[in-house]
């Protein structure tokens, strides 16, 4: 979940360089989101950098070393993204919401239904790349946790009850994450995707439990008895 890439960095005194290395990371994760890892070469790579195959391998190495660093810059642009959210004011609801509409407008962004960069492309290579699988291991154990916090933020504030499965309920909120990404990428509408949230956001509060003492009818008095 990035909404937005940062600018780049100042270049350092001296020669200046024929291109912008944080430009040119940007522009290769946009290849690799687009035609996954394995689909990808070099000369698209080169082609969408303006940068020549001897310039990228004095840059970025190959293109597995590349496509790392590609990973590492979207899951810390995505880490900082959550952590600006969660560090605002407003109740958990619309806090967990402000979480999947951020993800939804670059999931659904460019004209594409184009998920999530790292269930997109990291996934697929995880399974034979141990190095791939950990990083993704990580960035999901890093949102966990990231939901863990704010959901017992959430219970000291008295929004959810003390008793309940602080764990269990970040598991939740990062699974609708993943599940809105893969569905998004299939082609669900935002609407359903939408949809999708505010469900499980509804659980995560608690709101669903409350819906369904909704409506009941109230228990009939007993008849006393006379005699």
């Known amino acids: 979940m990035v909404q937005k890439y940062r600018g780049a960095a100042p270049r350092p005194r001296g020669r200046p ?25 070099l000369d698209t790579i080169a082609a969408a950098t303006g940068m020549n195959r001897p310039s990228l391998y004095a840059a970025f190495g190959d293109k597995r070393a590349l496509y790392l660093k590609a990973l590492a ?18 109740p958990l609801g619309e806090t967990l919401m402000r979480v999947y509409e951020a993800a939804l407008r670059l999931y659904l962004s460019g004209g594409q239904a184009r998920g999530c960069f790292a269930i997109g492309t990291a996934t697929s290579e995880a399974v034979a790349d141990s190095q791939i699988r950990a990083m993704l291991a ?40 993943h599940t809105i990404a893969i ?34 009818r109230p228990a009939r008095p007993r008849e006393e008895s006379h005699g």
């Open 73 to 90: 810059h979207y899951q810390s642009l995505a880490a900082t993204e959550l952590r600006e959210i969660f560090a605002g004011d407003g």
């Open 183 to 216: 569905r998004a990428r299939a082609g669900v509408s935002r609407e359903e995707l939408v949809a999708i949230a505010r469900k499980a956001v509804a659980v995560i509060c608690g709101s669903s439990r409350a819906a369904g003492t909704r409506g009941a």
């Open 138 to 177: 990580e960035g999901t154990r890093r949102l966990d946790r990231a939901f863990e916090a704010r959901i017992k933020a959430a219970q000291q504030a008295g929004e959810i009850p003390p008793e309940a499965d602080a764990s269990a309920l970040a598991s939740l909120a990062s699974a609708t994450l």
């Open 17 to 41: 360089r024929e291109y912008d290395p944080d430009d040119a990371l940007r522009r290769a994760v946009e290849v690799f989101w687009k035609t996954g890892y394995s689909a990808t070469s």
